[in-house]
């Protein structure tokens, strides 16, 4: 079954042409990465998906429900849930506040299960419960934005460069979480700059060159593609 299919999908701000007739499509249960340089339209692709921006052009289907042009609650509550790039954390509200947010459509009964399994995922947090957002380190302000993320118990996740800004250690272990939570049947897709973190985790992948899809495939076979990968992914 179809999570998401996006078919000739433009974004532009101004004269600015941000995706050029986007086409892409992401399966049940499927890690999905989108890799790029600086500048190729991945972020925005996330932020059309999730009603953050309009599109120009173009269809975005969620589970075959034509979703362009719904306003981001609507989406949210079809079971998408966003990570942004930069986290998009309350800095002046505590952990557990953060949280409280990230489910804000859940009923009030099942809230607290929730952000307890999260917790589960990301210990460090747990004793954090009462610190501030913004006192945060790198690394755990990245595991509140995908705990909170996951609180709103998402059908489909959406997550812009998770491992931005992170030493490798910490990067693999957002990378791992990832993994274990897609092992529950959750469907991902993930903008990311570290291409060869992404690839071992992923199924499939597509590249983005200057708002268009240079080229997809399994995610092992864009591994082999040096030339792309020299071009477009940082891989050397």
């Known amino acids: ?13 101004g004269g600015i042409r941000a995706l050029k007739g986007v086409s892409l499509s992401l399966e049940e249960g499927q890690i999905t990465v989108l890799l790029g340089a600086n500048g190729a339209g991945k972020s ?12 120009s052009a173009g269809s975005i289907q969620l589970w075959g429900q034509e979703t362009r042009g719904l306003p981001a609650y609507r989406i949210t509550g ?5 990570a942004p790039e930069g986290r ?35 210990p460090r947090l747990k004793e954090r419960y009462n610190q501030l957002a913004g006192s945060l380190s790198g690394g755990e302000q990245q595991m509140l934005a995908l705990a909170r993320a996951l609180v709103a118990k998402p059908r489909l996740l959406l ?19 990832i993994r274990q939570v897609h092992q529950t049947g959750l469907s991902v897709l993930v903008v990311e700059q570290n291409a060869r973190l992404a690839l071992q985790v992923a199924d499939y992948a597509y590249v983005l060159k200057t708002g268009e899809v240079e080229t997809h495939g399994l995610a092992n076979d864009i591994k082999g593609l040096e030339q792309v990968g020299k071009a477009y992914l940082g891989v050397t």
């Open 1 to 13: 079954m179809k999570v998401l299919e996006v078919k000739d999908l433009e974004v532009r701000y």
């Open 44 to 55: 925005s692709l996330l932020k059309a998906i999730s009603g953050l921006v309009k599109p």
């Open 78 to 82: 079809l079971g998408v849930a966003h």
């Open 88 to 122: 998009g954390m309350f800095a002046s509200l505590s952990v557990r506040e953060n949280l409280q947010l990230g489910g804000f459509l859940a009923p009030s009964t099942e809230l607290p299960t929730r952000i307890e399994e999260a917790l589960t995922l990301f």
């Open 159 to 177: 997550l812009d460069e998770p491992s931005l800004g992170l030493a490798p250690i910490i990067s693999q272990e957002i990378f791992r979480t």
